[in-house]
């Protein structure tokens, strides 16, 4: 299993990046795939995770209302909507997948992607 990660790059307080997460697993729906950032000089920390449909969705206390999560199952690829972002979401975000129900904790996750940066300007 593979995932490619994109969708990163500079922007402004307050503005929004889409990421997405490309994952080469069969068949897809059977796998839950999470976002995870880590800032410098920090641990990596859960963003947002999604099961096998968008209503399987869960988010870190950080994100949660600034965040989305969605996944296009015939596409193979989640998805991270991130509005309204601030300075301290400043970070490489991964994306990660693993068989079954989701979890918050890196441990869980078997594939990696090898991340996104996010940089936002105050």
């Known amino acids: 299993v593979q995932l490619q990660a994109c969708g990163g790059g500079l922007v402004q307080a307050g503005g929004s990046l889409r990421l997405s997460c490309g994952v080469s697993?069969?068949?897809?729906?059977?796998?839950?795939v999470a976002w995870f950032r880590q800032a410098p000089g920090k641990e990596r920390e859960f963003v947002a995770a999604?099961?096998?449909?968008?209503?399987?969705?869960s988010y870190g206390e950080i994100v949660k209302s600034r965040f989305t999560i969605s996944r296009d199952n015939a596409k193979n690829t989640v998805y991270l909507q991130m509005n309204s972002l601030k300075p301290d979401d400043t970070a490489v975000y991964y994306c990660?997948?693993?068989?079954?129900?989701?979890?918050?904790?890196?441990?869980?996750?078997?594939?990696w992607g090898q991340g996104t940066e996010v940089t936002v300007s105050s």
């Open positions: 999604i099961g096998s449909t968008n209503e399987a969705a």
């Open positions: 697993a069969h068949p897809f729906s059977r796998y839950a």
């Open positions: 990660a997948a693993r068989q079954g129900v989701v979890f918050m904790f890196t441990r869980y996750y078997r594939y």
